[in-house]
T-cell receptor, first 114, second 118 residues
Framework: KNQVEQSPQSLIILEGKNCTLQCNYTVSPFSNLRWYKQDTGRGPVSLTIMTFSENTKSNGRYTATLDADTKQSSLHITASQLSDSASYICVVSVASGGSYIPTFGRGTSLIVHP | GAGVSQSPSNKVTEKGKDVELRCDPISGHTALYWYRQSLGQGLEFLIYFQGNSAPDKSGLPSDRFSAERTGGSVSTLTIQRTQQEDSAVYLC????????????????FGNGTRLTVT
């Protein structure tokens, strides 16, 4: 069964600090990997997409990395802000019968304290 | 333009009743997805539509669950004879396309319907 696993499950940091979230996947065949941010009570919102050939991609204070050989991705958040408190979800698209089905990890719950 | 709209935002129902959840996707988006999110869990894939057809229904947990999409737009997810384990947030997402871009289009989510079965 395809799996997307994230760590840590939860994380608490102080405002202004950096943090790194991890995602390991076993899905195949791999198409792309996205990181989503989900605020409490809202639907997830896409932060960045990584394709097979990309190693690093930045979006403001968010930097995602991908190692397709080891099937690992990370999301690094720089100079955290209170508004970064949310669940961060790793999503891998799996090719299935001509379609591409996004498979979601359970997410990392990030809490940023002042 | 408007984002993905889901209704109702909250639904409390008695065990054994049927419920209908509605999703209005972003205009022009051909791909539509239903996911279920239980407390503290990840999003569980239920069903995917491309236009009005559902190429992948593999995630529907039982025959009590069904979904349809009409006119390539609005979708309804129906749960018959609800059980307490059906309690969850049901999220709908739409995307401009699916297979044509190797699944690279982002999903745009609604805020979900929180279903509570008592």
């Amino acid at each position: 069964k395809n799996q997307v696993e994230q760590s840590p499950q939860s994380l608490i940091i102080l405002e202004g600090k950096n943090c790194t979230l991890q995602c390991n996947y076993t899905v195949s065949p791999f198409s792309n990997l996205r990181w989503y941010k989900q605020d409490t009570g809202r639907g997830p919102v896409s932060l960045t997409i990584m394709t097979f050939s990309e190693n690093t991609k930045s979006n403001g204070r968010y930097t995602a990395t991908l190692d397709a050989d080891t099937k690992q991705s990370s999301l690094h958040i720089t100079a955290s802000q209170l508004s970064d408190s949310a669940s961060y979800i790793c999503v891998v698209s799996v090719a299935s019968g001509g379609s591409y089905i996004p498979t979601f990890g359970r997410g990392t719950s990030l809490i940023v304290h002042p | 333009g408007a984002g993905v709209s889901q209704s109702p935002s909250n639904k409390v129902t008695e065990k054994g009743k049927d419920v209908e959840l509605r999703c209005d996707p972003i205009s022009g988006h051909t791909a539509l997805y239903w996911y279920r999110q239980s407390l503290g869990q990840g999003l569980e894939f239920l069903i995917y539509f491309q236009g009005n057809s559902a190429p992948d229904k593999s995630g529907l947990p039982s025959d009590r669950f069904s979904a349809e999409r009409t006119g390539g737009s609005v979708s309804t997810l129906t749960i018959q004879r609800t059980q307490q384990e059906d309690s969850a947030v049901y999220l709908c997402a739409s995307s401009p396309r699916n297979s044509g871009d190797r699944g690279r289009s982002p999903l745009h989510f609604g805020n979900g319907t929180r279903l509570t079965v008592t």
